[in-house]
């Protein structure tokens, strides 16, 4: 079937937009995507028609409202291959996500174990760790780059395992780079040693097909407001005997069996992690981003971008200064560059006169970018609405400010 991008596009009326008199490129997905109308038509349909908390309810439309979410749980379930529903824990976010495995399972560890992480990771997948090893005297190894400065050291990440390691945590795909780390390698590496591993699969899930159970993922994490869906809203996967042993995240509503002031018991997962009343609402709605984008499907979708990242990559490198960070084959839809020794900002801020929206700064992962000797970089991402056009405009636009920047 051919790709009809103008349909599509067609569902995202936040593509309408002008600033400065020049119609919006959109080139800012990896920070957080546009919402098709399907998604915000469900957000309405939901405060409308079924606004009532969810569980514990015996009224009709608190069933409504229940099953409304659990009709999303099963679909996630289905949609990256978990092996139930209690492995489908909804959170705010990857950064909840990576901070509940943290938190809890981190419970285990002691002074003198050791967590493996990657130069590559995005903050949130570092700090929560930090947290943990000044509770617990806990010492982080990261894995570098190789002298590519694209791709991940699998010899130096196979020499960190010891007797001590006791986690490894990394990203699928990394923010800055759009490198798609060879996360089953890795996790089967570290599984040798007998060492769970934790994704971050927020990059990853917007453009790729994830099944955790293939991976043999012990935790993955991600967000719907990345994948087209309702921000506020994460998912993090977690093996049902891991997550069983695991103490909860948080206390209060829904996440209790039983309570007393002498002591309190656990509701059966998923619910032990998943305390007050959570947000149903957006929880309903993304299932209608994953409707949607399973409509067009992730084949296409890669197609597409891939097809778009080839072209503006080529484009760019035809213009004086230009420097691109990240060029690991098969990389992902994301573009860090900086044109000559101009800042960041300063080339952000032209290209938003322009109409051009992309993300300038460290992009939380300011380890990586200390590792490429930059403060920051531009980032210019893709996603499945991007035409050929605006991508036309945006080599436009970078060949306009370049001279004035050099």
């Excluded at 079937?1 to 103008?6: D, I, R």
């Excluded at 994830?210 to 869906?229: I, N, Q």
Aim: proline share 4%; hydrophobic share 40%; charged share 20%.
């Amino acid at each position: 079937m051919e790709y009809n991008v103008e349909k599509i596009r067609a569902d995202f009326p936040g593509l309408d937009r002008e600033f400065y008199g020049h119609p919006m490129v959109y080139l800012d997905n990896t920070a957080t995507s546009q919402t098709p109308r399907v998604v915000v038509d469900e957000i309405d349909r939901m405060y409308y028609n079924h606004k009532a908390n969810v569980h514990r309810g015996v009224s009709s439309i608190s069933q409504e409202a229940t099953d409304c979410q659990e009709e999303t749980r099963r679909r996630v379930k289905e949609w990256i291959g978990a092996g139930s529903i209690e492995e489908v824990i909804f959170t705010r976010g990857t950064t909840e996500s990576i901070n509940l495995v943290a938190a809890s399972f981190g419970q285990r560890f002691k002074a003198g174990d050791e967590v493996i992480l990657t130069v590559m990771e995005h903050h949130s997948n570092i700090v929560p760790w930090q947290l943990l090893a000044m509770r617990t005297g806990i010492t982080l190894r990261v894995v570098p780059l190789n002298a590519d400065r694209s791709t991940l050291d699998l010899d130096a990440y196979r020499s960190l395992f010891n007797d001590r390691t006791v986690m490894a945590s990394f990203c699928h795909v990394s923010n800055v780079l759009g490198t798609v780390n060879p996360v089953a390698e890795m996790i089967a590496i570290a599984h040798t040693h007998g060492v769970p591993v934790l994704v971050d699969g927020a990059q990853a899930v917007p453009h790729m097909r994830v099944d955790v159970g293939a991976l043999d993922a012990d935790f993955y994490a991600f967000s719907s407001h990345k994948v087209y869906g309702p921000t506020g809203i994460g998912v993090l996967y977690g093996k049902r005997a891991l997550l069983e042993s695991m103490p909860p995240y948080q206390g209060g509503g829904e996440m209790i069996g039983t309570v007393s002031f002498e002591g309190s018991t656990w509701a059966d997962l998923p619910f032990k992690f998943e305390a007050g009343t959570p947000d149903f609402v957006g929880i309903s709605a993304f299932k209608k981003a994953i409707d949607y984008v399973d409509s067009i499907g992730y084949e296409s979708i890669e197609r597409h971008e891939n097809e778009l990242l080839a072209y503006t990559t080529g484009e760019m490198m035809k213009i004086e200064g230009m420097r691109i960070f990240g060029t690991a084959p098969g990389k992902s839809a994301v573009i860090s560059f900086l044109i000559g020794d101009a800042h960041h900002y300063d080339i952000g801020m032209l290209l938003d006169k322009l109409g051009i929206e992309v993300r300038t700064g460290h992009h939380c992962a300011e380890p990586l970018m200390h590792a490429l000797g930059i403060e920051g970089t531009v980032r210019a991402s893709i996603g499945m609405y991007n035409t050929r056009e605006e991508i036309d405009r945006f080599i436009a636009a970078l060949k306009r400010i370049a001279p004035m920047l050099l």
